[in-house]
Structures are given as C-alpha cells and as structure tokens.
Nanobody, 126 residues
C-alpha cells in the first residue's frame, strides 16, 4: 500500500514555470515506476510523463522538451518540472505509482498504475 500526496500546483502565467512534487509513504518507493497524468475539463485523463525505477523517462509528445520528470528515492519523492507553460497545460495533475519488477518500465497507460494521489490544480493564464 502506497499513499501519494501531490503539491506545488497553482496559478502561473503563460511562459512561466512550476515544479510539482509527489511524496510517497512507505519504505518500498524504489520498487515503483512513477507517472504523472493530467485531466482538463471535458477531457479524459491523459499521460504526461513517467519515470522507471532506474530513471528511464517517457514523455507525452505535447510536453517533451518542456517538462522534466525526476525522482529522489532517498526522499521518496517524484518531481515534475514544468517550463514554458501554455494555457493548454491547465489541468488537475495526478501522480501515480506502478508496482514493477522491471527496472526500465515507464508505462503511459493509466491502467498500469496501482496507486494515485489526490491531484493538484495547475492553471496557466494567457
């Protein structure tokens, strides 16, 4: 069982930056691949970025080059650094954890993840 708590959301102007954090409970963080997803009004939850147990990363095309996902296993925390933000990035952002026997898996499908945080709102103004 893993509890995930996101933080760092807020209001930012287009072109600005924001860093989201996701803190995980427990002592088995290194056994999980971690993902970030977002859900905008009227849209389905979509993949943003993921990071494997060995820090292999996977990004949605819409955020590649602007967002960076990283993890700090010593702190049981995963981060999403968001730069050059656009209004279309506005959404509730969720972190998720996937139990993984693979060191390299960084899945993009929501169904691959076992635990989810409560979400944090990111609003990018024009």
């Amino acid at each position: 069982q893993v509890q995930l708590v996101e933080s760092g959301g807020g209001l930012v102007q287009a072109g600005g930056s924001l860093r989201l954090s996701c803190a995980a409970s427990g002592r088995t963080f290194s056994n999980y691949a971690m993902g970030w997803f977002r859900q905008a009004p009227g849209k389905e939850r979509e993949f943003v970025a993921a990071i494997s147990r060995n820090s292999f990363t996977n990004y949605a095309a819409s955020v590649k080059g602007r967002f960076t996902v990283s993890r700090d296993d010593a702190k049981n925390t995963v981060y999403l650094q968001m730069n050059s933000l656009k209004p279309e990035d506005t959404a509730v952002y969720y972190c998720a954890a996937a139990r993984s026997s693979s060191l390299w898996g960084a899945a993009s499908g929501p169904g691959e993840y076992d635990y989810w945080g409560q979400g944090t709102q990111v609003t990018v103004s024009s």
